[in-house]
Structures are given as structure tokens and as C-alpha cells.
């Protein structure tokens, strides 16, 4: 095949949820700026997947709460991978690695590619694939295989750079934090919120979820009406980082932290856990590897400033590493080596 030849690509998810989360956004911008390159892109995936993708991509809705076991979901995938002559068939997620990693002995000479995006007790057996991509090094890391590869997700800095920064003028007390994700355990707003009883400034949570009666109670407990609010959901998250001092990152575990990645393209000073791909980026003392409320706070307690012009690397490797153009182009140099190898 001539190097430069437009390739036919297949990106399989079979997740479930009604929302957009990392890797349904992931799924959809990758296929969406392939195609912009000249690319021949299908995706199957849930129907509520296939909404957000540029009209030049293909769609295959499939039902992603049948079993990966499911013969009659099997016999689709593998017969519509044989009819369609793909050069390379790429599963996002565990659960469409593990499909595709079953089928592999039915699809013909097409190559398999795999992408993991959060961490799992097991993986599907890298063997079975040309490449299993983390969307971080510490997730690579623990991913078993030598064939493993590490392509961060990427960010549309158009979207950043678009952003205005008023959303937070008239807050009264300064440094403004800004944290943004579901209200789950997992994303450690309860730590964060305990942290704010010895933290100076106010913190703003961007987002929605079934901790959000707790989280409430937690900051009506505390006192701490009017320096810590809950957002809610929003769609301007953009505009809310333009207008906020820092942003701090507290999660338990994430395979790969848009929100940390968004803060660094947008020049904001980060606070993070020990949490991809914050870890990968920041200098360890912007890290908080403890585990309650009043180291965090000390944490936050630092010299903003500071904090600033120490990240000056990290925000020059994010320019490069963490675009939605880095992304794509990192994927499909994978992809080129791959049919090469065929």
C-alpha cells in the first residue's frame, strides 16, 4: 500500500452509557479528524454514539447491551468486517477489545488495534492486536505485553482559545479554584470539600451526579456556603476555566483527566492527586500522594504564582502532546505502520 494512501478504518465502542464520557469523546473526535484527513471512516457503536460524528463518517448502530458473547452480535460484527475489505479495525474499550480479540480468526488478514482507556483487573490478551494503545503511560504501564503504545487524548485548542474569561469577576474571595467531573466517589469532591475548611479562596464544582445531596449536606455541614458552590452541569466549562485562579484535580483514579488537560491548555496552574495524566506532567511537588483532607489543604495553601512559572514545562509538552491534531496524527502513525506490516 502507498504510504500515503487513504485508509478504510473501522472504530468499534460497545458502551452503554447514555452520555458522552472520555471514551465516547474520544471515539467520536478521532473518527471525525481522520476523516478530515482524507480518511474512510466507519464507527459502529450505540445509537446515541453515532449523533455527534461528521456527516463523511459512516455509522453501524449496533445494541451494546447484548453480551460480547452473543452469537447473533458476533455474527453481525465479524460478517460486516469480512464484507467491507477495512484495513485496520480499532476497538475502544476492554469490552470491544475483548469482542474483536475473539473474532480475530474470522475477520481475514485486517489489522486489529486496541485502545484501553481506564484501568481493568484484566485486559484483553495483547497478542491478538498490531498495537494496544493506553491514553496514558501509567495505564500502559500496567497493561501486560510489549506491544503496548501510548497516545494521549487530545484537546481542540480553537475551543479553549474561543473561551472568555468572566464567568467568576465577582467572586469575592480570591484565588478562585475551579473543579469539573461527575459527582461520584471516584472523583474525590469529598476530600476536595473537606480541604476548603483550611484552604484559602473559594471553589466552584462544575458538574452533575448521584453524590450531589452529599456533597451539599457535606458543605452545609461545614459552613462553607458561599466559598464552595455546585455548579451543577454545564456546557461552558471552557469559560469557567478562562475565569478561575487554578484548577485543582482531586480524584481517587482516572485512566486520563480531560479536565487536567484542558486546564494546561488553557495556561491554568494545576493541583492534582496522584492521578494520569497529571502524574505524567506536573512536578512533583504540584502532587498530592496523601490521602486526607489536610495535606491536600496544605497543598492548595501554595503560592499560586509559583505554581505558574514551575508548570512552564508541562504547559510547553501539553502544546505538543495533548491537541486533538497530536492525537490523531500519533494514532494514525500507528495506523500507517500497521499496513505496512501487512
Known amino acids: 500500500m502507498d504510504k500515503d494512501a487513504p485508509l478504510h478504518i473501522l472504530l468499534l465502542m460497545i458502551s452503554s452509557h447514555e452520555g458522552v464520557g472520555g471514551m465516547e469523546k474520544h471515539t467520536q473526535e478521532l473518527a471525525n479528524g481522520l476523516v478530515q484527513r482524507g480518511h474512510r471512516v466507519t464507527v459502529m457503536a450505540a445509537p446515541q454514539h453515532l449523533q455527534l460524528l461528521a456527516v463523511a463518517v459512516t455509522r453501524v448502530a449496533l445494541n451494546p447491551r447484548r453480551s460480547r458473547r452473543d452469537p447473533r452480535q458476533l455474527f453481525k460484527i465479524a460478517r460486516f468486517i469480512g464484507a467491507e475489505g477495512f484495513d485496520i479495525v480499532h476497538a475502544q474499550g476492554t469490552k470491544a477489545a475483548a469482542l474483536l480479540r475473539s473474532l480475530r480468526h474470522f475477520v481475514g488478514d485486517v489489522r486489529l488495534m486496541a485502545t484501553i482507556h481506564g484501568f481493568k483487573s484484566r485486559y484483553p490478551a495483547s497478542p491478538a492486536f498490531f498495537r494496544v494503545i493506553a491514553v496514558s503511560q501509567t495505564l500502559g504501564n500496567t497493561i501486560p505485553g510489549e506491544n503496548i503504545a501510548v497516545v494521549y487524548n487530545g484537546l481542540d485548542c480553537k475551543t479553549l482559545t474561543a473561551a472568555h474569561g468572566g464567568a467568576f469577576a465577582a467572586a469575592g474571595q480570591r484565588p478562585v479554584w475551579l473543579a469539573a467531573g461527575r459527582l461520584v466517589d471516584a472523583k474525590g469532591f469529598d476530600m476536595l470539600i473537606d480541604a476548603f475548611r483550611t484552604t484559602g479562596g473559594c471553589?466552584?464544582?462544575?458538574?452533575?451526579?448521584?453524590?450531589?445531596?452529599?456533597?451539599?449536606?457535606?458543605?452545609?455541614?461545614?459552613?462553607?456556603?458561599g466559598r464552595v458552590t455546585l455548579l451543577g452541569h454545564r456546557n461552558d466549562v471552557p469559560e469557567l476555566m478562562a475565569s478561575c485562579d487554578g484548577v485543582v484535580i482531586s480524584s481517587r483514579r482516572e485512566g486520563f483527566s480531560y479536565v487536567f488537560a484542558e486546564a494546561l491548555l488553557a495556561g491554568k496552574p494545576v493541583i492534582a492527586t496522584d492521578v494520569p495524566i497529571a502524574n505524567e506532567f506536573l512536578p512533583p511537588q504540584h502532587i498530592y500522594k496523601g490521602h486526607d483532607a489536610e495535606g491536600f489543604s496544605r497543598l492548595l495553601n501554595t503560592n499560586l504564582s509559583e505554581v505558574y512559572e514551575e508548570q512552564l514545562p508541562a504547559r510547553k509538552r501539553a502544546q505538543t502532546e495533548l491537541t486533538l491534531n497530536a492525537m490523531v496524527q500519533h494514532t494514525l502513525d500507528l495506523y500507517r505502520a500497521a499496513a505496512a506490516a501487512g
Do not use: E, K, V
Not at 471553589?203 to 456556603?225: S, V
Open 203 to 225: 471553589l466552584y464544582i462544575a458538574g452533575d451526579g448521584p453524590d450531589r445531596a452529599a456533597l451539599q449536606t457535606r458543605i452545609n455541614d461545614y459552613q462553607l456556603n
